[in-house]
């Protein structure tokens, strides 16, 4: 949800919902014409993708959130370099986050080696009243792992800085840093969930398995995690940092999700006013992805960060072969079907509820690639 001011017209909410077959040419057509004089060559070479992670003491196999090696217990420190490599380190060598306790951060800090210093993840949160909440944990867990990733899609979340007259650094306006901001609406915490002007802010109770599952529920959402939320978010800020600024950028998006500038908070409670009928799925990612423009773009990047994930830990894990083009959100989205095939056979082996609960269509697969492209070509030429 993205709650930045919008006091202009609302006459575009939800102007693709019934587009024409000629019309939707035209529109993807546009876009395309816009990538190709963007992206050239080697440009798509530049994705990486999450790799396996091994223990440095005795190559044991370790995931993102690992704070040790289980097998010979060498407690782990993670660096996030530039380009979204990730090194591990010993922490006894290293050094680590001054989080890495109360809110079992393995990150290192930032610089390394600084006692008593946080990392980039954990410098950027605000827990209000909430440092020693345990459902902070499995949030700050995702926020990490989202930001990874978005590293790796090369979107940068650090905060660009003016040198002012007077030699000092200022934060750029146009660039805002991103910041997450956690509270708890049952502790009656006064925060509206959402992203504004880089700053995320998350209700902490979607991490406790009831209350999460019961606004699940209520808000007739397949799937909703604290890392499904995050990357939702996220969406609004990689808009707002990457396409809100450019005309031509903007051109693109608007060619695709619509106008921008139709009244969001109108469309937002007409959404909740409306019964969904299902008659979204063949142009939208979700019921809620039908909103507004902001909310279809920030669906369907989250979209694209869930299919980038799912596919390359599957590749990574021989369970499905790489995609052939390193940044064709084609070949990743048809790698995706069988990942995510997969992914959901084995967690119902389990007896558990898929993990990628989407059947995507062949407007949301166009969304979705529309998102993948009008981002990446930013970072590839910058």
């Known amino acids: ?76 420190a993670f660096q996030l370099g530039g ?4 090194t591990i380190a010993d922490e006894a060598v290293v050094g680590s986050c001054s989080m890495r306790k109360p809110w079992r951060c393995n990150w290192l800090p930032n610089p390394p080696g600084q006692a008593d210093w946080m990392c980039d993840s954990c410098l950027i949160v605000d827990p ?5 909440n345990r459902l902070l944990i499995p949030f700050l867990s995702a926020q990490r792992r989202a930001l990874a990733q978005l ?23 146009a660039h805002p840093p991103l910041r997450f901001t956690y509270r708890s609406r049952s502790a009656g915490d006064p925060a509206t969930i959402g992203h504004l002007g880089g700053l995320i802010t998350l209700d902490l109770d979607e991490a406790d398995p009831a209350q999460g599952e019961q606004i699940r529920a209520t808000l007739g ?69 039908s909103a507004h423009p902001w909310e279809d773009f920030a669906e369907s990047w989250a979209q694209v960060m869930h299919i980038h994930d799912v596919v390359s830990t599957g590749a990574a894990w021989g369970i499905i072969e790489p995609p052939a083009g390193a940044f064709d959100p084609k070949q990743w989205l048809s790698a995706a079907v069988l ?20 059947a995507l269509s062949g407007g949301a697969r166009r969304r979705i690639e529309a998102a993948w492209h009008l981002v990446h070509p930013v970072v590839a030429l910058s």
């Open 128 to 132: 209000g009243d909430h440092a020693a």
């Open 151 to 173: 590293t790796l899609l090369g979107v940068d979340w650090s905060a660009p800085a003016n040198l002012a007259s007077d030699g000092d650094t200022r934060a750029n306006p």
């Open 1 to 76: 949800m993205d709650f930045t001011s919008n006091p202009l017209r609302a006459d575009a909410v939800g102007c693709f919902r019934h587009l024409t077959r000629f019309e939707r040419i035209r529109r993807d057509a546009a876009v395309n014409d816009w990538v190709s004089e963007r992206v050239r060559g080697d440009d798509w070479a530049r994705l990486r993708a999450m790799e396996r992670l091994h223990c440095p003491t005795c190559g044991n196999e370790v995931f993102l959130d690992s704070l040790h090696c289980v097998r010979c217990e060498t407690k782990l």
């Open 83 to 86: 380009t979204g490599v990730i």
């Open 221 to 289: 959402e397949q799937y909703r995690t604290p890392l499904g939320h995050i990357r939702h978010e996220l969406g609004h800020y990689v808009w707002l940092r990457a396409i809100a600024g450019d005309a031509d950028r903007l051109k693109a998006f608007r060619a695709v999700f619509g106008d921008e500038t139709a009244d969001y908070r109108h469309a937002i409670e007409d959404h909740y006013q409306r019964i969904d009928d299902g008659g979204w799925h063949d142009e939208f990612v979700s019921f809620y992805a």
């Open 339 to 358: 990942a995510s095939l997969a992914a959901n056979e084995l967690a119902r082996s389990m007896g558990m509820r898929d993990l990628y609960p989407f």
